[in-house]
């Protein structure tokens, strides 16, 4: 079957301090991979995704200077958070697609607690 | 950019019950709907799928799309205590990989027994 891992689980990090959190796709080739924010306020947003051999598209409000993210093969992906503050605290998941497929797996996501 | 809204925020039934959730969307362009599931502390998970207007149908979830009102809504029927999660409607314009796919903010399920 199809899984999506994601690590860290859960990082407390000082305000101003940045955290780099990986997504790691077995059972499939993760050809387009869409990193999320689940926040504390119960939104639900899409930050940014990424297709192998595409650049990556960022929504509105969230910027590859804030949120670099590399997608260097199939099965893996990255995203960063730079200099993080109070409103980027929040559960970040990883979904990931294969080539024609509509379902997104998801891991059950990298938290980030800002102190 | 797509808006999603979901409704209600939260909902408490009893086992057994009839439960329905709302979804509605801005963009009249969009051609793809999906509801997902999330356990607590659990990654989200794809429930059900629908491409055109109408209803569809699988186990005790029915997913019913009506594009031109912009909603689409899930219903179970005989609720059981199991189905107690964070559900996620999601819409894109496309299903393959370069549809970027925007979810509402979710609605809380708790039945109970």
């Known amino acids: 079957g199809a899984l999506v891992y994601q690590y860290p689980r859960r990082t407390i990090c000082k305000s101003g301090t940045s955290m780099r959190m990986e997504c790691q796709a077995v059972?499939?080739?993760?050809?387009?991979v869409a990193w999320y924010r689940q926040s504390p306020q119960k939104t639900f947003e899409l930050i940014a995704l990424?297709?192998?051999?595409?650049?990556?598209?960022?929504e509105q409000n969230f910027t590859q200077e804030k949120f670099p993210i590399s997608h260097p093969n199939l099965s893996f992906s990255s995203m960063t958070v730079l200099n993080a503050y109070l409103e980027d605290r929040g559960l970040y998941l990883c979904g990931a697609r294969e080539t024609g497929g509509g379902t997104l797996y998801f891991g059950e996501g990298s938290r980030l607690i800002v102190v | 950019q797509q808006n999603v809204q979901q409704s209600p925020e939260s909902l408490i039934v009893p086992e057994g019950a009839r439960t329905s959730l709302n979804c509605t969307f801005s963009?009249?362009?969009?051609?793809y709907f999906w509801w997902y599931r999330q356990h607590s502390g659990k990654a989200p998970k794809a429930l059900m799928?629908?491409?055109?207007?109408g209803e569809k149908e699988e186990g005790r979830f029915t997913i019913h799309l009506n594009k031109a009102s912009l909603h689409f809504s899930l219903h179970i029927r005989d609720s059981q205590p199991s189905d107690s999660a964070l559900y996620l409607c999601?819409?894109?314009?496309?299903?393959?990989?370069?549809?970027?796919?925007?979810f509402g903010a979710g609605t809380q399920l708790i039945v109970i027994p």
């Open positions: 999601a819409v894109s314009h496309r299903g393959s990989a370069l549809g970027r796919l925007h």
């Open positions: 799928s629908i491409f055109s207007n």
């Open positions: 963009d009249s362009a969009s051609q």
């Open positions: 059972g499939f080739q993760a050809t387009s």
């Open positions: 990424s297709t192998v051999n595409s650049a990556i598209k960022y």
